[in-house]
Each structure stands twice: as structure tokens, then as C-alpha cells.
């Protein structure tokens, strides 16, 4: 079915339309009284509440805690749901609050980095409806959403889609076509995004300060889209990732700044660390090649490279330029996930 026709306004009405919005946020967070269409209202049964522990010594667990909680979605019959993959990172155990209060086991089915999902699986059935899955590429700047986390309606949040751009993050991630809404959502994780005929169409990812960019920057939310999980569906619930081969990781924490990658820290015992890089250091190129930017800095790393294959990366130290031979690394090999796993 074709997406529905609707006239989408200028940026200067979304940005009237938002401040809006964060009124009805921080002033009516009740809306229990609001009239919801009946297969929306019935399809929020379908977000759970998602407890994780994770080992102290895992990888993530002094960057993301030992304990973490947010949201999921059950996206089918057998409880299978579909969350945002940090939240079960590296986790031992995983547990689900139904919307009817009960809480049961998960068993962990797949962690993606490439597009941020991560999947689990109820070990008993639950009394819910499965969200459907929409198509994330429908929703344009403009279109008013609905977010919602763990909690029926009381939970849920009129939102306004300001932007679909590239996201580059500072852990080596890059993600196409990112969603952003305003106002901003606090209990973000895991959170469903919710189009207008009730079916999921991106789940929270983060609370970013430039949802709206320009001269007018607006705080709001990112959201990863479904459409990148249904393209690696198939291969998530047969091998736990996707079969694509893994991209060579370097292990390095960074952020743009006036037109520089400014290394915030490495990770310990990965191939930057190996090789010398450290906080503070300025990555200025990259075999031969200027990095300025995060997006191209890793479209530079992972063109026609695999985990293994060497790079040369030149840092800015101070005053002085330093010439560093690093041997890339697979991060999932790098990552302790539960041996059950």
C-alpha cells in the first residue's frame, strides 16, 4: 500500500511544531485520555520492558554498565523482539517485562553492529500482539510519529520527523538514512517509532543536540530504521549477524572537530592501542588519504578491506606527525559475549 499524501511543512513550521510538541511533552505526559486508533492502541501491547547483565569484565561494561535497561519490540508469534543492540551487548542474562507485568527470560538471538539491531527471543510465550513491521523508508521530514517505550499509553509521545541523514558514530559506526524527530524522547532505548497506521518503523537509538541543524539546532532523537533489519533478517536468526564479511576495525572512540577526527580514546587491547594510537592524537590521513570527517574516515577504512588487512594512519601528536602501521581487527572477535553465544 502506497504511503499516504501528506503535504509536509517547511523547517521553520517543524521548528514551531516541535516547541509544540515539547509542550505537550513536559506539561501532558498523560495521555491516557487521548483517543488512540484501536490497532495502535492494541499493537502497544507488543513493547517490553528489557533488563540486561553483563559481566564486569566484558569489553562494554565500564563504557554502557553492568546493568541496562530499555525497551523491545515483539515484532512475530514465537516472542521474538527486536531492541537496540547495546542494550544486550555482551549480556549473560536478559529478562522481559510483558505489558501485562509478567517477566520472563530472553535468550539473546543476534547482535548486528552494522546496522545497530539486536534481536532476542522470550523463552514463554506472552500474551501480546506482534507490532508489524513498516517501511522506514515511507517516513519523511515532516511526517508525525508516535514514540513510545515500555508502558502502554502513558508511555507514548507525538513526535514530528525533522531529518533522514547519515549518522556517523564515534564507535565506528556509520548508518544511512538515520531517522530524526523532535522533541527529544528520554527513554530513548529500545523505544518504538511508530508510523501513523501502527506499524514499527525505527527503534531509539540515542538523544543526539542536532536534530535540527542549521543555524537553528534542535535537540531531539535518532532512530535506527527497520528497513535495515529486514534486509539482514534472514542471515540474524541463522547465524546470529549478518553474513556479510566483518569490516576491519581499528578500536578507536573519535569525534569531529573544526574539520578533524580527534581521537577520545582507544580501546583497550584493540588494533589502535597495539599500534600506538592514543587520546588526544589527531588522525590526519589514512593510507596517504586526509580524513576530515567521521563518514569518510570509515568509507576510507572499510573500502575493499577486510579484518587482518593493514593500514597506515598518520596522527597529529602535539606538534608533531607520527606515522603508525596498524594491523585491523574483526570487533566481534574482540567483543566477550556469553559462552552460551
Not at 495502535?40 to 528489557?50: E, F, N, W
Not at 513510545?148 to 538514512?177: D, I, K, M, N, Q
Not at 540474524?236 to 578500536?251: E, K, M, N, T, Y
Request: charged fraction near 20%; charge should be negative.
Amino acid at each position: 500500500m502506497p504511503a499516504p499524501n501528506i503535504a509536509r511543512p517547511r523547517i521553520s513550521d517543524l521548528l514551531l511544531g516541535g516547541a509544540m510538541l515539547a509542550g505537550c511533552f513536559f506539561l501532558a505526559p498523560d495521555l491516557e485520555a487521548q483517543s488512540f486508533d484501536p490497532e495502535v492502541r492494541d499493537t502497544l501491547s507488543a513493547i517490553v520492558a528489557v533488563q540486561a547483565k553483563i559481566p564486569p569484565d566484558a569489553r562494554t561494561a565500564l563504557a554502557l554498565g553492568t546493568e541496562r535497561q530499555g525497551s523491545g519490540v515483539i515484532i512475530d508469534g514465537s516472542g521474538l523482539i527486536v531492541t537496540i543492540g547495546y542494550l544486550i551487548l555482551e549480556a549473560s542474562e536478559v529478562e522481559v517485562t510483558a505489558a501485562d507485568g509478567r517477566t520472563v527470560a530472553a535468550e539473546i538471538v543476534a547482535y548486528d553492529h552494522d546496522t545497530g539491531f539486536g534481536l532476542l527471543r522470550a523463552t514463554q510465550p506472552l500474551e501480546a500482539t506482534p507490532m508489524a513491521l513498516g517501511t522506514s523508508a515511507h517516513v519523511g521530514e515532516g511526517d508525525h510519529v508516535l514514540i513510545s517505550a515500555f508502558g502502554g499509553v502513558t508511555a507514548v509521545r507525538p513526535a514530528v520527523t525533522v531529518s533522514r541523514r547519515e549518522f556517523a558514530g564515534y564507535w565506528e559506526y556509520l548508518l544511512e538514512g538515520a531517522i530524526f524527530t523532535i522533541p527529544p524522547y528520554p527513554m530513548f532505548g529500545g523505544a518504538a517509532l511508530i508510523d501513523n497506521r501502527g506499524r514499527l518503523v525505527g527503534i531509539g537509538s540515542l538523544i543526539v543536540g542536532d536534530a535540527v541543524q542549521g543555524d537553528r539546532t534542535m535537540p531531539g532523537n535518532m532512530f535506527v530504521p527497520v528497513d535495515g533489519l529486514k534486509a539482514v533478517m534472514a542471515d540474524l536468526l541463522v547465524h546470529g549477524h549478518a553474513a556479510s564479511p566483518s569490516r576491519p576495525w581499528l578500536g578507536v572512540y573519535s569525534q569531529e572537530e573544526a574539520g578533524h577526527v580527534l581521537v577520545q580514546r582507544v580501546a583497550e587491547g584493540g588494533p589502535a592501542s597495539r599500534a600506538g594510537i592514543r587520546a588526544g592524537d589527531i588522525i590526519a590521513k589514512l593510507n596517504g588519504e586526509t580524513v576530515t570527517d567521521l563518514a569518510s574516515f570509515y568509507r576510507k577504512l572499510w573500502k575493499d578491506r577486510k579484518p587482518g588487512d593493514r593500514v597506515a594512519i598518520t596522527v597529529l601528536r602535539g606538534t608533531e606527525m607520527r606515522h603508525l602501521d596498524v594491523e585491523t581487527g574483526d570487533r566481534y572477535a574482540w567483543l566477550r559475549f556469553a559462552p552460551s553465544d
